[in-house]
Protein backbone atom coordinates (compact mmCIF):
# COMPACT_ATOMS: atom_id res chain seq x y z
CA UNK A 1 0.00 0.00 0.00
CA UNK A 2 0.94 3.10 -1.13
CA UNK A 3 1.95 5.87 1.81
CA UNK A 4 1.25 9.54 1.24
CA UNK A 5 1.45 12.53 3.78
CA UNK A 6 0.66 15.76 2.30
CA UNK A 7 1.97 19.08 3.75
CA UNK A 8 2.44 22.78 3.01
CA UNK A 9 -0.84 23.63 4.10
CA UNK A 10 -1.32 26.77 6.39
CA UNK A 11 -3.34 30.38 5.98
CA UNK A 12 -2.33 32.69 3.44
CA UNK A 13 -4.51 36.46 2.61
CA UNK A 14 -6.11 36.25 -0.82
CA UNK A 15 -3.87 36.30 -3.58
CA UNK A 16 -0.96 34.90 -2.02
CA UNK A 17 0.30 31.15 -2.58
CA UNK A 18 1.00 28.30 -1.41
CA UNK A 19 2.92 25.27 -2.32
CA UNK A 20 1.37 21.73 -0.98
CA UNK A 21 3.92 18.72 -1.18
CA UNK A 22 2.82 15.17 -1.13
CA UNK A 23 5.23 12.63 -0.21
CA UNK A 24 4.89 9.23 -1.30
CA UNK A 25 6.26 5.50 0.13
CA UNK A 26 5.51 2.24 -1.10
CA UNK A 27 5.11 2.76 -4.52
CA UNK A 28 4.17 -0.19 -6.63
CA UNK A 29 4.77 -0.64 -10.54
CA UNK A 30 0.75 0.20 -10.36
CA UNK A 31 1.30 3.76 -9.20
CA UNK A 32 0.30 5.81 -12.39
CA UNK A 33 -0.06 8.89 -11.29
CA UNK A 34 -1.07 11.20 -8.26
CA UNK A 35 -3.82 13.42 -7.94
CA UNK A 36 -4.54 16.24 -5.89
CA UNK A 37 -8.81 17.11 -4.31
CA UNK A 38 -10.24 19.14 -2.06
CA UNK A 39 -12.99 19.12 0.03
CA UNK A 40 -14.43 22.00 2.21
CA UNK A 41 -17.16 21.81 4.95
CA UNK A 42 -20.80 20.61 3.58
CA UNK A 43 -19.23 20.32 -0.35
CA UNK A 44 -18.28 17.25 -2.12
CA UNK A 45 -14.96 16.10 -2.68
CA UNK A 46 -13.52 18.44 -6.00
CA UNK A 47 -11.20 17.15 -7.88
CA UNK A 48 -8.15 19.24 -8.84
CA UNK A 49 -5.02 18.19 -10.72
CA UNK A 50 -3.93 14.69 -11.71
CA UNK A 51 0.12 14.44 -13.18
CA UNK A 52 1.61 10.82 -14.21
CA UNK A 53 4.90 9.66 -12.19
CA UNK A 54 6.30 8.97 -15.67
CA UNK A 55 6.71 11.81 -18.57
CA UNK A 56 4.98 14.00 -15.80
CA UNK A 57 1.77 14.86 -18.17
CA UNK A 58 -0.91 16.58 -16.39
CA UNK A 59 -4.44 17.64 -16.09
CA UNK A 60 -6.57 20.31 -14.60
CA UNK A 61 -9.93 21.18 -13.31
CA UNK A 62 -11.20 24.14 -14.94
CA UNK A 63 -11.45 26.18 -11.99
CA UNK A 64 -7.90 25.74 -11.36
CA UNK A 65 -6.60 26.48 -14.46
CA UNK A 66 -3.75 29.33 -14.70
CA UNK A 67 -3.87 29.19 -10.85
CA UNK A 68 -2.54 25.87 -9.73
CA UNK A 69 0.58 23.62 -11.39
CA UNK A 70 1.80 20.54 -10.76
CA UNK A 71 5.37 18.94 -10.91
CA UNK A 72 6.92 16.20 -9.32
CA UNK A 73 9.97 15.10 -8.48
CA UNK A 74 10.89 11.51 -9.24
CA UNK A 75 13.76 10.93 -7.31
CA UNK A 76 12.36 12.14 -4.01
CA UNK A 77 8.41 10.18 -4.82
CA UNK A 78 6.94 13.86 -4.34
CA UNK A 79 4.87 15.23 -6.09
CA UNK A 80 3.95 19.62 -5.59
CA UNK A 81 0.57 21.56 -5.98
CA UNK A 82 1.91 25.41 -6.54
CA UNK A 83 -1.16 27.09 -6.38
CA UNK A 84 -1.66 31.01 -7.18
CA UNK A 85 -3.62 33.83 -6.68
CA UNK A 86 -5.51 31.90 -4.22
CA UNK A 87 -9.04 32.96 -3.30
CA UNK A 88 -11.27 32.58 -0.07
CA UNK A 89 -13.52 29.71 -2.04
CA UNK A 90 -9.82 28.06 -1.86
CA UNK A 91 -10.37 27.27 1.88
CA UNK A 92 -10.53 23.65 1.96
CA UNK A 93 -8.34 20.37 3.32
CA UNK A 94 -6.34 19.44 0.04
CA UNK A 95 -5.76 15.67 -0.36
CA UNK A 96 -3.47 13.83 -2.53
CA UNK A 97 -3.94 10.47 -3.65
CA UNK A 98 -2.26 7.43 -6.18
CA UNK A 99 -4.04 6.56 -9.13
CA UNK A 100 -3.44 3.39 -11.03
CA UNK A 101 -3.40 4.14 -15.31
CA UNK A 102 -7.03 3.00 -14.84
CA UNK A 103 -7.57 6.04 -12.71
CA UNK A 104 -8.74 4.19 -9.48
CA UNK A 105 -6.98 6.71 -6.71
CA UNK A 106 -6.39 3.74 -4.09
CA UNK A 107 -4.77 5.59 -1.33
CA UNK A 108 -5.15 8.71 0.12
CA UNK A 109 -3.09 11.27 2.53
CA UNK A 110 -4.31 12.47 5.43
CA UNK A 111 -4.67 15.77 3.86
CA UNK A 112 -3.62 19.82 4.92
CA UNK A 113 -5.81 22.26 5.68
CA UNK A 114 -5.73 25.45 3.54
CA UNK A 115 -6.95 28.81 4.49
CA UNK A 116 -7.23 32.06 2.42
CA UNK A 117 -8.51 34.71 4.27
CA UNK A 118 -10.33 37.77 2.67
Known amino acids: QVRLVESGGGLVQAGGSLRLSCAAS????????MGWFRQSPGKEREFLGVISWSGGLTSYADSVVGRFTLSRDNAKNTVYLQMNSLKPEDTAVYYC???????????WGQGTQVTVSS
Open 26 to 33: GRTVSSYA
Open 97 to 107: ADSTRAGDFGS
